[in-house]
């Protein structure tokens, strides 16, 4: 299938810079840095050789957060929301609006960013377990090419704040809620941007928490989401609902456990209003790291890579969190920002099927070096670059239970183990996903056809067995 980056052009937006630093904090974490020694990071089992290192590459920053919906961004039309810092970044590089998470849940989703390659075959089948140690990662990686590779924030590989990230040199953030370790993340990374004076470019990971904090309306909802709004000065402020709200559309015994109907309309409205605030919280300590790079000496070779693991239910479907197969959940935003080197800007690529497994490829392209052999993501440099290539049929994901999605262009299709029931939406006529033709016999070769597409996928997987579950402190 050949497909061309879909240039949907808008002016670039004039950012004014903030006018406050807080120094005091930078001095601090420039003082974490400072003292930590680099660790022997490199690979043994490299599966392919890596070049030596070219002092021209570029420094990654790769900013991740936890729970970001692909819609809830003021720079992709979100009246509900202001996230003014993601949206400089959406207006300098291209967005990728077909990018699809690989699992929707923490550690899975995170372990193929890191690996490139499928939660299957590095072991990461649920939370809390960590990655195969014979699976090349991305600090392994680029340790070994010759790059400085930091680390701030929730990792979740198994654990999930941590100072030690096999391959990173680890920059404290502790082990608290995301409202509260998100500006020691931001305050971490901001220090390093301002400080960070060697030859060696570096690769830095910026990893936020918010606005996973969404969990605890759910987890503590008779608490947090009384039925009597907590708030009634509120009550004119709250966004709609979505308009899959009370859609149900026949699903595997799985996936119609995950229903959640305690809410009323009064209480998923304030769900939603509190998940949008959550999201500004994350948009102002990314907006703290952007601005430290824009003012630092390394603003023009430093390409910014932002992303989330899963989406968050939001009402749609009346679901709740993650861990479902549908495009609330699986759909992450993605972009990509290097004006330095020719990554066309304020760009939406509406076409190409993108996932967590292409982050590494790209990467390790932009940088010059080969990608681990075990690696299936594809590099998006052409895309960045507004070239015509041939690109992937399809994307596969895992889910919870064990089930399994193919998506096409056209079409979503969804199996789980041992249950009669399959899915499959029409993407392009039901983005909403209300209505499964399975059963409908003139879509019967469409379901056979993408049958044999993940069955395909399937048997080309290296599977192995999965890591231990490692609880914190266990």
């Known amino acids: 299938m050949t497909s061309k980056a879909n240039s949907n052009n808008k002016p670039e937006s004039t950012c004014t810079r903030r006018d406050f630093i807080r120094t005091?904090?930078?001095?601090?974490?420039?003082?974490?840095?400072?003292?930590?020694?680099?660790?022997?990071?490199?690979?043994?089992?490299a599966a392919t050789s890596v070049p030596?290192?070219?002092?021209t590459k570029p420094n990654f920053l790769f900013v991740i957060c936890d729970q970001l919906c692909m819609d809830a961004l003021s720079g992709y039309g979100c009246d509900d929301v202001h996230t003014p810092n993601l949206d400089r970044l959406i207006s300098r590089g291209?967005?990728?609006?077909?990018?699809?998470?690989?699992?929707?849940?923490?550690?899975?989703?995170?372990?193929?960013m890191f690996t490139g390659v499928m939660p299957q075959e590095n072991g990461v089948l649920s939370n809390n377990r960590p990655i195969n140690s014979d699976v090349p990662t991305m600090g392994k990686w680029f340790s070994q090419a010759g790059y400085r590779t930091f680390y701030s924030g929730k990792w979740h590989l198994p654990d999930t704040y941590t100072c030690d990230i096999d391959g990173f040199t680890v920059l404290p953030?502790?082990?608290?809620?995301?409202?509260?370790?998100?500006?020691?993340?931001?305050?971490?990374?901001?220090?390093?941007?301002?400080?960070?004076?060697?030859?060696?470019?570096?690769?830095?990971?910026?990893?936020?928490?918010q606005p996973h904090d969404i969990c605890y309306w759910y987890i503590l909802d008779k608490v947090l989401v009384p039925e009597e709004l907590p708030f009634p000065?509120?009550?004119?402020?709250?966004?709609?609902?979505?308009?899959?709200?009370?859609?149900?559309?026949?699903?595997?015994?799985?996936?119609d456990k995950l229903k959640w109907t305690a809410f009323n309309e009064t209480q998923w409205r304030y769900y939603r209003y509190i998940y949008y605030r959550q999201v500004e919280m994350l948009d102002a300590d990314i907006g703290r790291v952007l601005d430290a790079l824009e003012q630092s000496k390394h603003a023009d070779n430093t390409v910014v890579i932002f992303t989330s693991d899963h989406g968050d239910g939001m009402g749609r479907h009346s679901l709740v969190t993650k861990?479902?197969?549908?495009?609330?959940?699986?759909?992450?935003?993605?972009?990509?920002?290097?004006?330095?080197?020719?990554?066309?800007?304020?760009?939406?690529?509406?076409?190409?099927?993108?996932?967590?497994?292409?982050?590494?490829?790209?990467?390790?392209?932009?940088?010059?070096?080969a990608a681990p052999a075990s690696a299936w993501g594809r590099s998006l440099k052409p895309l960045l670059m507004g070239q015509v290539c041939n690109w992937r049929e399809f994307i596969s994901a895992d889910t919870n239970a064990g089930g399994k999605i193919v998506r096409t262009s056209q079409y979503k299709y969804v199996?789980?183990?041992?249950?009669?029931?399959?899915?499959?939406?029409?993407?392009?006529?039901?983005?909403?996903?209300t209505k499964n033709l399975y059963e409908e016999a003139r879509y019967s070769d469409i379901v056979k056809s993408h049958r044999q597409l993940l069955n395909d996928w399937q048997s080309r997987l290296k599977i192995v067995k999965p890591s231990p579950i490692l609880l914190p402190n266990a």
Not at 38 to 45: E, K, N, Q, R, V
Not at 236 to 246: H, M
Not at 420 to 432: A, I, K, R, S, Y
């Open 24 to 45: 005091t904090t930078a001095a601090g974490a420039s003082g974490v840095l400072a003292g930590m020694a680099m660790s022997d990071t490199a690979w043994a089992g």
């Open 52 to 55: 030596a290192l070219n002092p």
């Open 94 to 112: 291209v967005s990728f609006m077909e990018s699809h998470s690989t699992s929707p849940v923490c550690s899975p989703a995170r372990s193929s």
């Open 173 to 209: 953030s502790g082990q608290v809620q995301g409202d509260l370790a998100d500006v020691v993340v931001s305050g971490n990374c901001e220090a390093f941007l301002r400080k960070y004076d060697e030859t060696a470019p570096f690769v830095l990971v910026a990893s936020f928490m």
């Open 233 to 255: 000065e509120l009550k004119d402020k709250l966004p709609g609902l979505p308009p899959n709200n009370k859609s149900w559309p026949k699903a595997p015994r799985e996936l």
């Open 323 to 369: 861990w479902h197969p549908y495009d609330e959940s699986m759909k992450v935003p993605l972009v990509i920002s290097w004006p330095g080197i020719g990554v066309m800007q304020s760009v939406r690529n509406n076409t190409n099927l993108v996932n967590g497994l292409d982050i590494l490829a790209t990467m390790c392209d932009l940088a010059g070096i």
């Open 415 to 433: 199996q789980y183990p041992n249950d009669p029931v399959e899915q499959l939406f029409d993407m392009l006529n039901d983005p909403w996903e």
